[in-house]
């Protein structure tokens, strides 16, 4: 989808020392190549392992998404990912809060401009939009991510992985 910002956008090196922070890996592929561990295909980022895969058009948002599903599995789902990253309503909910938590860890991604290309790209919420869900109807998320000690009681990310 065009006018999303993609990895191209801010740079490989900012998103490597982001997942670096907890450990994790990015691999980045030939811009002709197959992204591994994509899910969804195209410029999709893929995961394995503690590995997050992109390419150049891969989106940011992707990157995020497919990041910190790694970040909120257990530890036994994360040894054996390969693709598909599963989880439950609720993990799926935590995966999309921590990745507007971390998009102001990326310069020139921020929160507001990673719910408008999630909006942009079609995730569905409740409210309608990304930021309605954020503000008024992702408490259960909220609660999962400092109960599994993924972010601070004030929203803070703490860069640890879910063991």
């Known amino acids: ?26 691999v980045v592929e030939a811009d002709d190549a197959a992204i591994t561990g994509s899910f ?67 310069e020139g991604v921020g929160q507001d401009r990673l719910m408008a290309d999630m909006d942009a790209w079609g995730y569905s919420f409740r409210l309608g939009n990304s930021r309605a869900w954020f503000d008024k109807d992702a408490e259960d998320a909220r609660k999962f991510l400092v109960n599994h000690g993924l972010i601070d009681a004030s929203g803070a990310p703490t860069f640890n992985l879910r063991p």
């Open 1 to 26: 989808m065009s006018g999303v910002l993609t990895v191209a956008d801010t740079g490989y090196e900012p998103l490597a020392a982001l997942l670096a922070r907890y450990g994790l890996t990015l």
């Open 40 to 106: 969804w295909g195209d410029a999709e980022a893929g995961v394995v392992g503690h590995s997050v895969f992109v390419r150049a058009d891969t989106p940011v948002h992707s990157f995020l998404h497919e990041s910190c599903h790694v970040i909120c599995m257990d530890g036994a789902r994360r040894n054996g990912l390969d693709r598909d990253a599963g989880g439950d309503d609720l993990e799926e909910a935590a995966v999309c809060y921590l990745q507007l938590v971390l998009a102001d860890c990326i």
